[in-house]
């Protein structure tokens, strides 16, 4: 083939971004691929999954902060 399976870094946004990119990381975790995902502690809509490692990093603001600015 083409390509063999390899290690992932991903760095999504939240949204529908993050909603279309979960389909195809699943995709390609079934294909055997690593996936580590790097998202801040304050995520809404990023979670964690079988099909890849979900990692989050500090940030200044809290999740209930984030969902009060877009309400």
Do not use: C, N, Q
């Amino acid at each position: 083939s083409p390509a063999t399976a390899g290690k992932l870094l991903v760095i999504p946004m939240e949204g529908s971004h993050w909603l279309s990119m979960k389909e195809v990381l699943v995709e390609l975790s079934e294909r055997g691929h690593e996936i580590v995902v790097i998202a801040p502690d304050s995520k809404m809509l990023i979670d964690s999954a079988g099909t890849y490692e979900l990692k989050t990093y500090p940030v200044p603001f809290k999740k209930e902060e984030m969902e009060e600015l877009i309400r």
